[in-house]
């Protein structure tokens, strides 16, 4: 929901600062994801992404979502599709390269293309092949609303997870 108060006006009205919220967040452990597309000129982008769920069983969607200032926003917002591919624990240095800004992701990176064209990374824990079916812009990251159209896993691949700005390969106990 959208407030008529400016963001400005309702952040000093806070009893708490931004630094504050994103530590809250942080004790929310989660998944790391890779998000992947093409763009309409053939390029492949992808994104480093921890803020992933499972939106709805029946159709089967899922939401996530990506700050207004990404560089590959424009891509992911005109794609017709896009993939979600959730890290195993040995993709950590996958995970740090797809976070960093201008780093050559795909030329040293093991994947293949969907019938979409959309680059799918090999050795994941879960991929979901999704059509874009809705965003909805809020605060300062549109949400992107996903059809799956495939998925697949692999339960012998421990997953990477997120805890305190901190990726962890190590601790899940199966």
């Known amino acids: 929901m959208n407030s008529a108060l400016p963001a400005s006006v ?10 504050e919220f994103r530590d809250a967040l942080g004790q929310f452990a989660t998944g790391v994801t890779i998000i992947t597309a093409r763009s309409a000129e053939g390029h492949a982008v992808g994104s480093t992404v921890s ?7 029946a159709p089967s969607l899922v939401l996530w979502s990506l700050g207004l200032k990404a560089n590959s926003l ?8 896009y993939a979600v591919h959730v890290l195993a ?16 992701r795909f030329s040293h990176t093991q994947h293949h293309d969907s019938e979409h064209g959309v680059p799918l990374l ?12 809705r965003q909805h812009e809020e605060g300062d990251h549109l949400l992107f609303i996903g059809e799956v159209e495939r998925c697949e896993h692999h339960a012998d691949r421990a997953p990477l997870l997120y805890h305190s700005g901190h990726m962890h390969a190590h601790g899940f106990v199966r």
């Open 89 to 104: 624990a040995s993709q950590k240095p996958l995970a740090e390269l797809f976070a960093r800004k201008g780093a050559d």
């Open 74 to 81: 424009p891509v992911f917002r005109h794609s017709t599709h």
């Open 10 to 19: 309702l952040r000093s009205a806070l009893p708490f600062s931004q630094r």
């Open 51 to 57: 803020s992933f769920n499972a939106l709805s069983l």
């Open 122 to 133: 090999e050795g994941c824990s879960a991929v979901f092949e999704c059509r874009n079916l």
